[in-house]
Each structure stands twice: as structure tokens, then as C-alpha cells.
């Protein structure tokens, strides 16, 4: 059986048999795909004495949408799920509307599964999804990442998350519903041209003509995730081998830079850029390349909240003062990755030591540490008086230490 054969019943059944846990979540929208999603969930629950609850986002965009949550709250009601709708209330709030309502619908995903202690938030991305992503990325001139398919299971805010219809065309659910006599909802915006999916669809019904369909889109989108992969491992052996951390640094023999494929050079300064910055996104791809194309010049750069360094045997990727100078904590978690702990009074602060606190440390250069990372570490202020520079070694009642979820380096 090819994967653009496979019933819907069989695909969802072989992966919830995969799955660990007792609880499964279903985001539904009322779509044609979520809807599927939902009856064929709950159908494989009955059978398996599983428990099975589902959520509806109105993310504020269209006056339809609370109606819509109603009505997939009586079909919920009508099969005995549990049915719970999650507002958004930043509609209203400028910018990239689409990304943060995306970003919201994930963050009240993962709230309200915890809540039900649900071990799974199940999604109703099909295959037709993974093809049109693979079209608009290629129109954004995506590398390997970009063009690879969405992963089937992932983790968000702690949350787990899994795709169990990514080998299903939306056709087949469609007729799944029509078979079984179940109305969906058709939302207008998956006709608005403004959009770039549904340009995407519709080049689809175009390029069909000459066998570049969704099914060959989706296994091309596939092949592109085993290269990922095989990149991911190579960088890997490479950050094993060749990265250390230093006093929250990271720090990397250049070579790894220079004399390696330049597309796992590039992986692995992306990577490190994250870990040292904490930041959730990759740095965009030009940015990115011409810092490393400087650090391959002996050179450096900032990117990402980051200061790199280079001399003729290491690059030292840092925190970069001017990204971390307004940060300030009264509990001892700083900048995402540090603690602090020592005698705590009212009225302390930690913040960047910065340049005037480095004046307050005569003998920092004993701590081994360049000036720029430790102008950028975290120091204990009372006001405008420097209490505690853990780093560069002043007040050892006091220490710094990387928070566990940030203390080891494993791309």
C-alpha cells in the first residue's frame, strides 16, 4: 500500500498504537481535517480504553469562529468528549498577526493540556499540508531545514504535540467525513489569495498536470527530513569534538569553522548562537552566513544577542553586553541561564557587571575571563554599588551558575 493509499482509519490507528500515555488531547477547529481527526481518535479510543478531550482556539480573527467552537462543541458533547474552547485576547495587538496567533494557539494548547493532564495534543496536519509547505518555503529559497517535513512529534512549552495524518491527503478524510455523514466547516479565509497557503493549493492543481502532486511533494519534503538528519549528526560529531563551555561562553576551535563542509560550519554556529542567546528562532540565513564567512576572515561579529571573537585558535561565542544591559532579577534567575545565590538583603539587584562594575574589580584579569564576556555576566548591585561579581571573582560568598536545562552544550 502507497502512503497516498493509506485509509485514514489504518494511518491513525498505527500511530496512536505508538504512542505513549493514557490521555490524548485533539486540537479541533471544525475543519474537515481536525474534525476527521477528532471522530477517528475517538473511535480508535473506544476500542483501546483510552481517554480522550478536546480544545477549540478562537483566536478573535473572525466573528464565525465562536460560532464554529460552538458547534464542535456539540459534536464533542454528541460522541461524549470532553470539549473546552481557549480565547486568544491579542488580536488586536499589531504586528505579524498570523505568526502570533500561531505562537498563542500552541502556548493555550500546552496550558489547557496540562491542565488535563493530557500526555498528547493531537494536530490534524495531513499531507497536503507537508506539500504546501514545501511550496511556499521553496518560494522563500529555503535550504534543507526549510524544505524538510514537519515533524510527526515535537515538543512545545513543555507540552508534547503529534501529527498522526501526515501520510493522509486531505481528499480521504473528506470522503472519510462524507461516508460517515459528518458536516465540517469550510473557513472563507482558506479561499483569500492574500494568503500564501492558499496560493500554494491552488499551484498545486496546476502542477498535478505534470505529476508534481501532493504526494510527491510530501515524500520529497520527507527526504529532505533524512538529510536533515545525516547534517544534524555530522554537526553534531563536530560540536563534540571540538566546543567547550567556559564561564558560559561557548567556546570552539576554529578549525570547525574553516575546515569543514560550510553547511555544517553554518549548522553549528546556528546552533550555538542559540544556545548562548537562549533564543527560540534561528538566525535568518544571510545574517548568519556572513558572520561566519568574518569568522572564517579571523574576524568576529554580533548576531542573535551574541558577541563572537576570534583568534588564530578559537571562536568565543558570548552574551553581547548591549543584549543583556537593561536585563535586571530579584529572584537570582538572570538572562534565562544563570543563578545566582549568596547572603540575598532587600534592595539587591542582579544585573550586567558592565563596564562600571568591571572598574570596581582590580584584579579581574585573574579570572582568566576576556572583558567583553565578563562586562556582559551577571553581578549582585545594591543601587549603584557592586556587591557581588561572581564571574570575575569578587565576593565569593557569592556564585553563578548555569541554570541544568542550560548547563551542557548537545546540539
Known sequence: MSQSEISPEHAVSEFLASLPGLTLGVAVSG??????????????????HTKVVAATVDHGLRPEAADEARQVAGVCDGLGVSHTTLTWQG?????????????????????????????????GHTQDDLAENLLIRLARRAGVDGL???????????????????????AHLQSYLQDHDIQWVDDPSN????????????ALVTLADVGIDSSAL????????????????????????????ESGDLVIRREAFTDVPVEISRRLLLVALQWVSGNGYAARREPLVALLRSIQQNQGGTLQGCLVTVDDQNCRIGREYAAVKSLSAVDGIWDGRWKLEGPYQPGFEVRALGEEGLRQVPDWRESGLVRSSLIA???????????????????????????????????
Not at 505579524?96 to 498563542?104: G, L
Not at 479561499?191 to 491552488?202: K, L, S, W
Not at 543601587?383 to 548537545?410: C, H, I, Q, T
Open 148 to 170: 524538510a517535513a514537519m515533524d510527526d512529534r515535537f515538543e512545545r512549552q513543555h507540552q508534547r504535540f503529534a501529527r498522526p495524518l501526515l501520510d493522509v491527503p486531505r
Open 191 to 202: 479561499e483569500d489569495e492574500i494568503y500564501d497557503r492558499v496560493r500554494a493549493r491552488r
Open 218 to 245: 510530501a515524500q520529497v519534503s520527507r527526504n529532505m527530513s533524512d538529510a536533515k538528519v545525516a547534517l544534524h549528526d555530522q554537526m553534531a560529531d563536530l560540536a563534540w569534538t571540538h566546543a567547550r563551555i
Open 377 to 411: 555576566s551577571p553581578a549582585v548591585w545594591g543601587g549603584d554599588m557592586l556587591v557581588a561579581a561572581p564571574l570575575a571573582g569578587y565576593n565569593k560568598a557569592w556564585s553563578a551558575k548555569l541554570l541544568p536545562e542550560r548547563a551542557v552544550f548537545l546540539p
Open 31 to 48: 475543519g474537515s481535517d481536525s474534525l476527521a481527526l477528532l471522530h477517528l481518535v475517538h473511535e480508535w479510543a473506544r476500542l483501546n
Open 91 to 123: 488580536a488586536g495587538s499589531g504586528g505579524n498577526i498570523q505568526s502570533m496567533a500561531r505562537d498563542a494557539r500552541y502556548s493555550l494548547l500546552a496550558d489547557w493540556a496540562k491542565n488535563e493532564q493530557v500526555d498528547f495534543v493531537l494536530l
